[in-house]
């Protein structure tokens, strides 16, 4: 009997040092794995600080509208019936300090038929990878972005974008063309020195899917969606009932206006002095080539107007003469 309970003990003592063991074991697994840094998940072996071997789920959003993005975003698709803004969250703390969103990873794309800004908040800057950091950029369709914080806040750049253009292989980003005769609304607003919008119709308008600029017909204008230095060329011919002055001829300016369509908008064009016989009995070209230097989200018309000396009489009107097909063209693309 004694021999038997010491067999027992012996056994009890033995489990529980096996226990003990088997504790120690897993207790110095756990600190060697501490140590190293490394989790996985559905995987005993993890290679990096977080290996995932398997699927991965991040939150999906549909915007159709001006979005602010948030600490519960992660890709953002944009599908709106007019040019939308998505705004990036403000970096409130710089790294390291508690709070920072130093890594934080953001994906947006443009699945639909117009354009979305993307805007850093407040004074923050992007680094789109070419020129200087910008306060924005523009998506046109189908267009993709990564935006990665790199921990910094205020005035400086703030976010890293990796912008995506699925249609690179031809620069020419719109370019238009019309032989209809459009007669100016106003002719007393043309001899007023009021820049007047030439228009095209949708159907006269080519653009690139994915360009830096897009054509918003509503409105006959560019749309801009990536700051740079842009290369327009322009051409539209002038005719009218005839001038009144003393100058006997009448100076029409063709130009381009910005984020707006007044005098004070004009940023390039050309002007062209015509006699008083030639304005009133046909049709002068009048063209402009520049290089202009915009920002996404500005916005660009085709105007002609009075800019000095006499005044046109009659209907003043963009009408190609005899033997010419095109009464206008107007063509952008980013250099």
């Known amino acids: 009997m004694y021999i038997l309970i010491f067999k027992l003990y012996t056994t009890k003592k033995l489990y529980i040092m096996k226990k003990l063991l088997m504790g120690f074991l897993s207790l110095l697994s756990y600190c060697l794995l501490g140590q190293l840094g490394n989790v996985g998940i559905n995987t005993v072996t993890p290679g990096s600080t977080l290996e995932i071997n398997g699927s991965l789920s991040a939150h999906y959003r549909l915007v ?55 805007t850093a908040n407040g004074s923050e800057l992007i680094d789109n ?18 935006l990665i914080s790199n921990g910094a806040t205020g005035g400086v750049v703030t976010w890293e974008a990796v912008v995506i253009n699925p249609t690179t292989s031809i620069n020419t980003i719109i370019s238009m063309s ?40 509503a409105n006959n204008r560019f749309v801009i969606n990536e700051t740079g230095i842009y290369e327009l060329d322009a051409l539209s011919y002038f005719g009218a009932g005839g001038t009144t002055g003393t100058s006997s001829y009448i100076g029409v300016n063709l130009g381009i206006t910005k984020n707006g369509i007044g005098a004070a908008n004009v940023i390039a064009g050309t002007r062209a002095n015509i ?6 009995a046909g049709n002068t070209p009048v063209s402009f ?24 009489t009659g209907t003043v009107q963009s009408q190609a003469p005899a033997g010419v097909s095109e009464a206008r063209h107007f063509s952008l693309k980013k250099l």
């Open 64 to 118: 159709s509208a001006d979005y602010n993005m948030s600490i519960t975003d992660y890709y953002v698709a944009y599908n709106g019936s007019s040019v939308g803004t998505i705004t990036l969250p403000a970096a409130t703390v710089a790294y390291p300090a508690q709070g920072h969103i130093k890594g934080r990873t953001y994906y947006i794309k443009n699945t639909g038929s117009f354009n979305v800004i993307i």
């Open 129 to 146: 990878q070419t020129g200087l950091p910008v306060s924005s950029i523009g998506l046109g369709q189908g267009w993709f972005v990564m």
């Open 178 to 217: 019309s032989n209809s005769t459009y007669n100016l609304p106003s002719t007393a607003n043309f001899n007023s020195g009021i820049p007047q919008v030439l228009p095209f119709t949708a159907g006269e308008v080519q653009v690139n899917q994915g360009s830096t600029a897009s054509w918003d017909a």
């Open 275 to 280: 006699g008083q016989a030639v304005a009133g």
């Open 289 to 312: 080539h520049c290089l202009v230097n915009l920002t996404a989200g500005d916005v660009i018309h085709l105007t002609m107007y009075r800019g000095a000396f006499d005044s046109a």
